[in-house]
């Protein structure tokens, strides 16, 4: 597997062995917390879609593939897979050392059970990922019966069938959504007596929704001498500036989610310093314009709110080095990305020279744009108002803004994507007029063909040219403005030891953390 361009060789997966897995060193244990501004609210794979659900319930829950790092895909829950018929089959091995929880052994069955609970799991918004398996579209419309494309050929062996190829497939399988459970799982409670068992590296001890969740070491985890800590826990719902606090005081192991200045501020300081790291995320921030309803049908319209941000003073203004800004809508590091393409910015007007605003828009906004990256809001609002149009915040919750990209009900979306996947097509997706998230709010037919395109071409060249073809419709039509690509940043105590981050999720492999004393 390769780290440039293109960012996975899927082409080598049929002919990969899972790694070794690192030899056992003394454990130094300890607890491990880590604090968050955001809520994780349920323990179900199949239903997450926050960073925050990724964070945490990538350490009790295991995919049938995994991203090592650099995007780098490898095999996780299996020992091997084979690609075959060109692309429209793939044939795995499941790993014989791996258990759930609750002492079961993980066998073929539970596997499709996990495909087929996805798939018909209605509030799932990641099961569309899984679209191509043959059959999976019966039960994507509400059918019953078996996932016709999954083939048992032992209790350790399976395939999968698409219906189309799609050279990325392998990548899809690490998604959080494709996590592996056990087989007659229902509802997933608050506990492991409640429903709450997959394969990781942690098993759930306490979970208060939206508050902590407390994780303990899984004695019988099939990577011998990992986790490296006895305890991991996560703290949820803490704003900024009591992050900071209980950092400084020592009480939380990690620190993210801060304002700029706070992690300005804490990189000069020598106590800190040594403790920071940072990395680019795949990810991309951006005001998506709704082009089905209300005064944004107008392009001309969309235009004077694109040409009235400029990405690079806004980042310059308000984020500094935690941000790089966008070009378009697909991040660095993966196809369809041109460093060279410009977003259209004219000068913006002065407050002087603005006439009264005369347009107001309603807007639902990402709560991170409420919290540690407010500023950023508040800047965009002063170019919308030069231009001569209003912006009335309708939703600040995580709950409104969904209900609002669902059903298309606000003008704007003030909103972020973290990739699902290490591919453009996570990226590209999102605007797909029936499947996207966006898709309410400003997919366009003309967008669905280059997608479908994508997703079944597999050379690397052919790729980016397509996915740059959708970008030059997203900056045509003005469909959405690009904003900034993340650097992911996490400050660590001087006791905390095994830090890495990925620029995928989970950001941090919490299994590798441990607590020493000085």
């Known amino acids: 597997l390769r780290s440039i361009q293109p960012c996975v060789n899927y082409a080598q997966l049929g002919k ?10 003394r454990r130094a244990g300890g607890i491990v917390r880590a604090p968050m501004s955001g809520r994780v609210k349920s323990l179900d794979p199949m239903v ?43 044939r795995f091995r499941l790993r014989n050392d791996v258990t759930f929880h ?9 596997v499709r059970y996990s495909f087929e609970r996805l798939l018909q799991h209605k509030q799932s918004e990641s099961r569309w990922l899984f679209a191509p398996i043959r059959g999976a579209r019966a039960l994507l419309e509400g059918g019953a019966g078996d996932l016709q494309g ?3 050929h032992s209790a350790s062996e399976f395939s999968m069938e698409l219906e189309q190829p799609r050279s990325f497939f392998p990548v899809l399988l690490s998604a959080l959504a494709a996590s592996i459970v056990p087989e007659g799982t229902g509802h997933i409670g608050d506990s492991l007596r409640d429903g709450a068992i997959g394969t990781g590296p942690f098993r759930v001890v306490r979970f208060e929704p939206g508050t902590v969740l407390e994780l303990e070491r899984n004695p019988a985890y099939w990577r011998k001498g990992f986790p490296k800590c006895d305890h991991l826990v996560f703290h949820f719902g803490m704003a900024p500036v009591n992050i900071l606090s209980e950092f400084r005081a020592g009480r939380v192991s990690l620190a993210a989610d801060l304002y700029p200045e706070d992690v300005e501020a804490l990189r000069r300081d020598a106590t800190h310093a040594a403790g920071y790291m940072e990395r680019p995320r795949l990810s991309v921030y951006f005001v998506a314009f709704n082009v089905h309803r209300g005064p944004l049908q107008d392009k001309a319209l969309r235009r004077k709110l694109v040409q009235a941000v400029d990405p690079a003073r806004l980042v310059k203004q308000t984020l500094g080095t935690l941000a790089v800004p966008a070009q378009g809508l697909i991040p660095p590091g993966l196809l369809g990305h041109d460093p060279l393409r410009a977003v259209g910015v004219v000068s913006r007007p002065a407050a002087c020279e603005a006439e009264a605003p005369e347009i107001e828009l309603t807007a639902a906004m990402h709560p991170v744009f409420a919290g540690e990256y407010s500023s950023v809001w508040h800047e965009i609002m002063e170019s919308f108002q030069a231009a001569g149009v209003r912006v009335r915040v309708t939703s600040e919750t995580i709950n409104g803004f969904r209900e609002a990209r669902l059903h298309g009900t606000a003008d704007i979306l003030v909103a972020r994507w973290i990739a699902d996947y290490p591919d453009a097509d996570t990226f590209a997706y999102l605007i797909h007029s029936h499947d996207g998230i966006l898709g309410r709010v400003c997919g366009v037919p003309e967008t669905d063909r280059l997608i479908a395109l994508g997703r079944s071409e597999s050379d690397p060249q052919a790729r980016h040219s397509i996915y740059g073809q959708i970008e030059e419709i997203i900056s045509r039509e003005a469909l959405l403005l690009p904003l900034f690509h993340e650097q992911v940043y996490r400050f660590a105590r001087s006791d905390l030891h095994g830090l890495g981050l990925s620029y995928w999720l989970p950001t941090v492999a919490y299994e590798n953390l441990s607590v020493r004393g000085d």
Do not use: H, N
Not at 64 to 79: F, K, N, Q
Not at 102 to 110: E, F, K, P, Q, V
């Open 16 to 25: 990969m062995e899972a790694g070794r897995v690192m030899i056992e060193q």
């Open 48 to 90: 997450a879609v926050l960073i925050e659900e990724a964070e945490a319930l990538s350490s009790i829950f295991e995919s049938l593939t995994r991203d090592v790092g650099e995007a780098r895909i490898e095999p996780w829950l299996v020992s091997a897979l084979r690609v075959e018929d060109g692309g429209k089959r793939y």
């Open 102 to 110: 609750d002492g079961r052994r993980l066998s073929a069955r539970d």
């Open 150 to 152: 999954f083939r048992i």
